[in-house]
């Protein structure tokens, strides 16, 4: 359960994130995590504890991972998919929570423990309050002026003209002026002359007076509407690279999981050791975090671009898993799991990457967001499918060939990417003659 709600209020935790900001979303998550915790010592029941083990922890996990993710998006540009690999290299190590909490348990009993692990997780406010916003660095004046004079003249309907991603453009960079300044000082009053003893009331001061008016009042209609737009926001489903990303993101994410949780099952039902077992799982866990490291470094050379990095990652992916069941020796399970998660590791730390790449005027929130709302869907149904799948055959052989196919499935989409890329470059050449005949 804290999988999967670590990712299906993916929307919820862009608005949330977008009206208080990355740093307040993320120390509102801490809280929620550590809450889950502390208040899970006090349970007497199961369903008591899905909602406190299993929600609470979820829904601060999600906050955490999407308001860090986004950040990290705004702090790196040229080196993203080496920062985000760094920032989530330590995913591969979550093996080692097992023997710490075995050993929490031991010494402290399961109430202490979770106690513990609150006081640990209380940890993350003060790592919060480190996620500064970044300030964009302003506009000239006579570039201002310039804009303004645009929208003055034809009215925000129609500067937004028919295309809905030019609305939003303009929707967020005003949300984003207001949000930025204090009360009463709009980042649009820079169109005002900075003599600020000169006479206003000559022509040209009068009619700079108007313009920032006018400005200040389509500021606040579009402030207005982008909030409404928020809650139901529609326009990424007429986006391509949004279905192109999300197909990709679900099917992996249905897939990753199934030969992570039946591994060491696997490995039983072959009968190896339980101890020898699990090394496999903490050579998994090391593999991948060394592979998403590299994996960032290579792509930030942009030999190629990212979604083919990507892509080859998955078909990796895809060929290894269906290759899984030929391992019935712990050394071939071993060559198996060291494999996976090379490549594993290889596109995880690409999701984020190309996301950025793929999502060009969308914001970052909303497209993470909504893509891990589907994702966390596959998060949820894909161990249940492959449980099924050990009950009707008797065997974990299925279970790793539907990971293999899901994963070849799931790079399918990226091949249109340049079907895409050509149809937002039409789409740009129709703006840019739609605002020469305007002009």
């Known amino acids: 359960m804290d999988g999967c709600v670590s990712f299906l209020p993916g929307p919820l935790v ?8 990355e740093k307040s979303a993320s120390i509102l998550a801490a809280f929620l995590v550590t809450g889950g915790y502390l208040i899970s010592s006090w349970a007497t029941s199961i369903p008591f504890l899905c909602v406190t083990m299993g929600f609470l922890p979820g829904l601060g996990s999600a906050f955490l991972y999407q308001a860090a993710a986004v950040v990290t998006t705004k702090y790196f540009k040229k080196r993203l998919a080496l920062s985000t690999a760094i920032a989530r290299s330590g995913m591969g190590l ?11 348990i031991d010494l402290y009993g399961w109430t202490g423990a979770l106690i513990l692990l609150g006081a640990i997780t209380l940890h993350l406010v003060p790592s919060s309050m480190l996620l500064r916003p970044i300030h964009i660095k302003r506009e000239s004046n006579s570039t201002l002026n310039d804009k303004g004079s645009s929208l003055s003249a034809s009215g925000p309907e129609t500067a937004c003209g028919t295309e809905t991603s030019c609305c939003n453009e303009i929707q967020e960079s005003a949300l984003r002026d207001s949000t930025k300044q204090k009360a009463g000082r709009h980042g649009i009053s820079l169109t005002v002359s900075h003599n600020q003893n000169e006479d206003f009331n000559n022509g040209p001061n009068r009619n700079r007076m108007f313009l920032k008016t006018n400005e200040e009042s389509y500021g606040k209609k579009a402030i207005s509407w982008s909030c409404k737009q928020k809650l139901f926001d529609v326009s990424l489903f007429k986006n391509p690279f949004f279905y192109i990303f999300t197909w990709s993101f679900l099917l992996s994410q249905l897939a990753y999981f199934i030969p992570t949780f039946h591994l060491v099952a696997r490995a039983k039902t072959l009968g190896i050791d339980i101890m020898d077992a699990s090394y496999l799982v903490s050579v998994a866990g090391i593999t991948e975090t060394v592979s998403q490291i590299i994996s960032g470094w290579v792509a930030d050379q942009n030999w190629i671009k990212k979604y083919h990095y990507h892509k080859s990652y998955l078909i990796l992916c895809g060929i290894t898993n269906l290759l899984a069941p030929s391992a019935t020796t712990f050394p071939l399970l071993m060559t198996y799991t ?36 589907f994702a966390g869907m596959a998060v949820l149904s894909g161990p249940p499918l492959a449980g099924w799948l050990y009950d009707y055959t008797q065997t974990y052989t299925g279970s790793f060939y539907f990971s293999g196919t899901c994963y070849l499935l799931s790079s399918v989409s990226f091949f249109f990417v340049p079907l895409a890329e050509r149809w937002k470059k039409s789409l740009t050449r129709k703006r840019e003659d739609c605002n020469q005949v305007r002009a």
Do not use: M
């Open 14 to 21: 862009a608005i949330v994130c977008d009206i208080t900001g």
């Open 94 to 104: 979550t093996f080692l929570l097992a023997p710490f909490t075995k050993v929490l």
């Open 338 to 373: 060291i494999f996976f998660a090379i490549f594993s590791g290889g596109y995880l730390a690409l999701i984020l990457p190309v996301l950025v790449d793929l999502s060009g005027n969308s914001t970052v929130h909303r497209f993470l967001g909504l893509a891990s709302f």
